[in-house]
């Protein structure tokens, strides 16, 4: 099983951190593919907690190799700031490789995420402002500047002036901003080339190489199914490709050497930021996920907005992936509630449908059709087996398991490496 993909089957923070985390212990690499420090991925290790952003979870992992692939987009001071702090935790972070031709995420990029935001007002996607959207459109735009870069200055200080003779004006006519200056960028970039030099490396062909030779590769995702730039929520989305296929472009990898593609799917639905949410719950039921879920963005401490299992999303989400596996993630969460309804499919303008509508006209329209499935009282975080689990958290599991078209391999029922009842291995 040389090579796995594990991605989010939501909106994003269904546990990806702690799945990568517990499956780090087994493979040699671990790979973002896509996305940047926007992300928030929380792994609990014994009674330590770490909060990541842009390094992969497997760094927490000592015999794994994490990897930022080229489809990343690099914050260079987050990611010298991320890896001083798990330095002077005792993790080590010597192994850490960093494609080349993966883009970074300069100032400017930062500045222009922030007040195009505001510019958008009540029509604004509640991004992270972590620079995300810019550094990607320059990107495809080809303007961007990419860690190769800061090791030639001649080239570093081309690129940035192309990109700032746009921006400026920009900034300063349509935003009413200060211009920023040619040379700032460049002497703050180049000081980045020496700490980051010895971590950049030719990631494809030492990816390819690896798999070739059966060592296991984890590629995992940032985000979501549904955040997805091409299949998710557009315009409310990020602007790259969390799904399956971004894990090919984003490292060099092709899809014949991908064998499987686990979603991790958190067991009701939370969403950051703007955007259409069909189960989100206004109410006490909603509160209470979230309390009880602790739902705050790793982040930027947003509230998470809190809603019932979608079945309609998860269907989607095996189809646009290809998914050969679940990850089903806080289960324990729902304990205590008499009652759990379920959407097993949406009503669009008075007719039942069963799949995601392409169409954002009838997505913003549609309205949940619930199930509602018993619920339990007892205790689940101690539970090893799926035998152990009460009798109508088993039903619970089954019955999403059935809707949503792929097995569930893993249940989370906490948020500990140890919290996991695994029913088929990933490897
Ligand atoms: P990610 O972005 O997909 O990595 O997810 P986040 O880290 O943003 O959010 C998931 C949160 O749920 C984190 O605080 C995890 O520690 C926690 N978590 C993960 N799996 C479980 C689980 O099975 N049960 C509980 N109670 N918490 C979990
Ligand atoms: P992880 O990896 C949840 C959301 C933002 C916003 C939209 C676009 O922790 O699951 P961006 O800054 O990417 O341009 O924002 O995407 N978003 C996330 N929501 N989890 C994430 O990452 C997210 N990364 C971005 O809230 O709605
Ligand atoms: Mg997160």
Known sequence: MPALVLLGAQWGDEGKGKA???????????????????????????????????????????GCTPVIGNGVVVDPAVLLS?????????VDTSKLLISGNAHLITPYHTTLDKVSERFLGKRKIG?????????????????????????DESILRQKVEAALD????????????????????????????????????????????????GQVVLFEGGQGTLLDVDHGTYPFVTSSNPTAGGACTGTGVGPTKINRVIGILKAYTTRVGAGPFPTELLDEDGEKLRTIGGERGVTTG??????????VIARYATRVNGLTDFF???????????????????????????????SQTDFHHAKPIYETLPGWSEDITQAKTFDELPKNAQKYVQ????????PISAIGVGPGRDETIQINSFL
């Not at 991320?82 to 005792?90: K, M």
């Not at 947003?302 to 079945?311: I, T």
Request: glycine share 10%.
């Open 82 to 90: 991320e890896l001083s702090g798990l330095d002077e935790r005792g």
């Open 328 to 358: 089903l993630t806080k289960l324990d969460v729902l304990t205590g509630w008499e009652r759990i309804p379920v959407c097993v499919a949406y009503e669009i303008d008075g007719k039942r449908v069963e799949e995601l509508p392409y």
């Open 302 to 311: 947003r509230d998470r907005r809190c809603g019932w299992f979608d079945a």
């Open 127 to 151: 991004t992270t402002g972590r620079g995300i959207g810019p550094a990607y459109a320059d990107k495809i735009n080809r303007v961007g500047i990419r860690v190769q870069d800061l090791f």
């Open 399 to 406: 019955a999403l398991e059935e809707m949503s078209g792929a």
């Open 166 to 213: 746009h921006k400026n004006q920009v900034l300063a006519k349509l935003y009413n901003r200060r211009a920023i200056a040619v040379d700032q960028v460049v002497e703050e970039l180049l000081g980045y080339a020496d700490p980051l030099s010895g971590y950049v490396a030719d990631t494809t062909l030492l990816l390819n190489n690896a798999i070739d030779q």
């Open 20 to 62: 990568t985390d517990l499956l780090g212990g087994s493979v040699d690499y671990v790979v973002r593919y896509q996305g940047g420090n926007n992300a928030g991925h929380t792994v609990v290790v014994g009674d330590q907690k770490y909060a990541l952003h842009l390094l992969p979870s497997g760094i927490l992992s000592p």
